[in-house]
């Protein structure tokens, strides 16, 4: 059982947290508590706690001072810190001395402070062998990095105004201009971890985070942080890129992140990509849209997906390649060549079709003149739209109005 020690001058919050987490789930036990720092020292003395819940701002004796105090001669020992988030330089310089993880006081719910739970107690259990000398620091400095993009990205807890400055605060240069989210999804998870003999998995996500760094590496700027058991989330930005070379570049690097986790794992993952964004506070929308990309995943680009999906949502308005091109982030030149390579139809074609397949919808209700359903599927000219009607179905809409019995 891992002995837990709490540290927060206020009484409350101390008591809050003693009493509303199920310890006993975690293999952990609170065993004291403290409301300053000074009377932590004697009872990290008396008990020698495994982990240390600290705040950081105390009276008498703050939390960075334990911390320093107590690394001094004890770098086993696992620190989650309690912060607000105008605490942040500070909470930089615990994660320095070794801190695995931060709970935000004010807004973090109780699956997050389990979250923490479960980090430190995988880093205790993955520890092995003779104790670490004096002089020996056991530091995870992407940990601050990985929890800052989760609580913004995932809980929204962060405002968005604020994320860019907590991200320089915590060393990660990253432009908010062509931001995109690739979400990697292991399906076999479980047997990795089996074959790994790594039941808690803390071993294998961070081999899986460095693979994804180093693939990474000289080809796009970024982050990367396991997100849970199965998904591991990439931050890339392609600034200063033109829309052929972004497009290039987002082929190598799925291209990469496949063949670098065949050549070591030997198992394929599946991958959705998020559209571009210029903004932080678009950043959590792209990643439930990089999830979604693998929910429905399906064999065509993710452009002509989003091309595609653009052709749905406004076929009754007038707009032409270069728009569609535009939105989806590439030349107008290219989209219509991934058109022919993997629908075997052009741009014009496709939307085409996509209007007869609604206007035949149309043709169903008796209340439509036929020159207001093409009228309604962006195609005025009535003219017009009778030939193509027929081009695509063999009948003219009156025809195919009276095998309706319409």
């Known amino acids: 059982m891992l002995r837990v020690m709490i540290v927060e001058d206020e009484h409350f919050v101390r008591i809050g947290i003693k009493n509303s987490i199920p310890w006993e789930k975690y293999g952990m036990q609170v065993i004291c508590d403290a409301e300053n720092g000074r009377q932590a020292l004697d009872q990290y003395e008396k008990y020698r706690p495994e982990i240390i819940i600290t705040d950081l701002k105390m009276p008498v004796m703050g939390g960075i001072e334990l911390i320093k105090e107590i690394r001094a001669t004890d770098k086993r020992a696992r620190f989650i810190i309690l912060t607000c988030l105008d605490e942040f330089s500070l909470v930089q310089e615990a994660i320095r001395l070794g801190a695995s993880a931060y709970i935000l006081k004010l807004t973090s719910e109780q699956e997050e402070i389990e979250e923490a739970l479960e980090k430190v107690r995988a880093e205790w259990n993955a520890f ?25 990205l995932v809980y929204e807890k962060i405002p968005a105004e604020n994320f860019p400055k907590l991200l320089e605060d915590a060393g990660v240069h990253i432009a908010m201009e062509r931001l995109r989210v690739l979400m990697v999804r292991f399906p076999d998870y479980g047997a990795m971890l089996s074959r790994q003999k790594d039941p808690l998995g803390y071993q294998l996500k961070n081999v899986v985070v460095d693979l994804l760094r180093e693939t990474m590496e000289g080809l796009v700027p970024g982050q990367v942080y396991g997100e849970h058991d199965r998904d591991f989330l990439i931050l890339a930005c392609f600034a200063g890129m033109e829309a052929v070379e972004e497009d290039a570049v987002l082929d190598q690097l799925v291209i990469r992140v496949k063949e670098s986790v065949m050549r070591c794992f030997n198992e394929n993952v599946l991958i959705g990509i998020s559209s571009a964004a210029d903004t932080a506070a678009e950043l959590p929308a792209l990643r439930r849209e990089a999830i979604r990309g693998i929910e429905h995943k399906s064999p065509l680009p993710y452009k002509v997906e989003a091309a595609l999906d653009y052709l749905s949502a406004h076929y009754k308005e007038n707009f032409s390649l270069q728009t569609v091109a535009d939105y989806v982030g590439i030349s107008p030149n290219y989209l219509g060549h991934l058109f022919i390579r993997h629908l075997g139809v052009t741009f014009t074609e496709q939307l085409n079709k996509v209007r007869i397949e609604h206007a035949k919808g149309l043709l169903n209700n008796p209340q439509y003149m036929i020159y207001e359903v093409g009228s309604l599927v962006g195609l005025e000219n009535t003219t017009y739209f009778t030939r193509l009607f027929k081009r695509y179905t063999g009948k003219t809409p009156r025809d195919y109005r009276k095998e309706l019995g319409l």
């Open 128 to 152: 092995s062998g003779p104790l670490p000398s004096a002089n020996e620091q056991y530091v995870d400095r992407q940990a601050v990095n990985e929890q800052l993009l989760r609580d913004f």
